[in-house]
C-alpha cells in the first residue's frame, strides 16, 4: 500500500495543496494559491504545476502515490459531480466532473468529498476529536459547514448534512445589517446568516462602524470592554441556539469549532460549553473543542480518502 497521497482543499479564494504521509497523517509543507475562477484551463494548469512541486521538494515520485483527494465546498456525488450550488468558483456549475477533469488533469486517481466531511474526518482521526466515538466540527468562516463522523468516518456515504449551518436560530428581520439580502437558503434568521465570520463582521460593523472586524472584536472583548462583553454575549447565545439542536439531532459526544472565528472564540469555550442544556440521555455529555489542526485540516482530510497505511 503506498505510504503517501496529495490532499486539495480548493476555496472559492485559495486553494491548498500538500504531499501527506499517511501512517503517520504528517501533512508536509503546503502550497497556497489562489483559486483561478474565470478560467477552467488557468486552473487545472495551476493544480499540475502545484502537484509538479509537492513532489519535487519532498523527492516522491508520482508512482509513489496512492492517488490524490480533493476537498471543496459542495455536494460531492458518488460519480465524482459536484452540485455547484455552494463551492463559488463560476465555471463549477451544477453536475461539473470534478473527478473525472482532475484525473485528466494529473494523470492520477482523485477522489473528492465535501470539505467538512473531510476536515471532520481529520479532526476525528488526528485532531481534537481523538479519544471520542461520535464527533462534530463545525467550520466559522465565511459559511459554516458541518460533517459528522462515527468511528473514525464520516457519517453516510455522501455530506447529507452539510448545509446544516442553516438551522433557525432568530426570527429574521430584527437586524437590517443581517437580513438587507436574504440567505441563499432561504430561511430567515438561520445560524449562517448570524453566527457565520462574514455575517458576525456585518453586524459589527453595524454596531461599531466601517472599521471594526472580527480580529478586533475579540481584542476588545479580551480587555474587558462592556460593550464588546454585550455583543459577544449574543453571539454565543445564537451559537448555542443551533448547537443544543445539533445535540438533539446527532448526539456527538465533541463539538469541534474550525474556521475563521474559532481561534477568537478559544477563550470563551467553557462559557459556551455552560449554554448547552441537550441531552439525548442522562449519560450523554457532549464537550466543546477547537480545531487543533486549523489550516492543515482539509489538505489532511482529503487525503486520508485514501485511507491510513499499517
Known sequence: ???YAVGVDIGGTRTKMGLVELRLGKVFPVKVFDTCRESEEIFLDSMRKALKQCLQEENVKED?????G???GSYVFSDGTIDGMSCFVPFMTEGYPLRQRLETAFSLP???DNDVRLIGLAESLYGAGRGYRRTLTMTLGSGIGIGVCVDGAPLGNEAFCHLAGHVKVRVGGEFPALDKEPCYCGIKG???STCSGTSFEKYLRFCYGPDMDNEKFFQLALKGDPEAAGHLEWYLDMLAEALNQYIYTYCPDVIILGGGLAKGLAPWKTSLEGRLKAK???RQKTDICISSLMEDSG???AALLYGQTA
Request: proline share 0%; charged share 15%.
Open 1 to 3: 500500500m503506498s505510504r
Open 64 to 68: 509513489e502515490l496512492a492517488g490524490v
Open 70 to 72: 480533493v476537498s471543496i
Open 110 to 112: 482523485v477522489r473528492a
Open 190 to 192: 438561520c445560524l449562517e
Open 280 to 282: 439525548v440521555h442522562f
Open 299 to 301: 489538505v489532511l482530510g
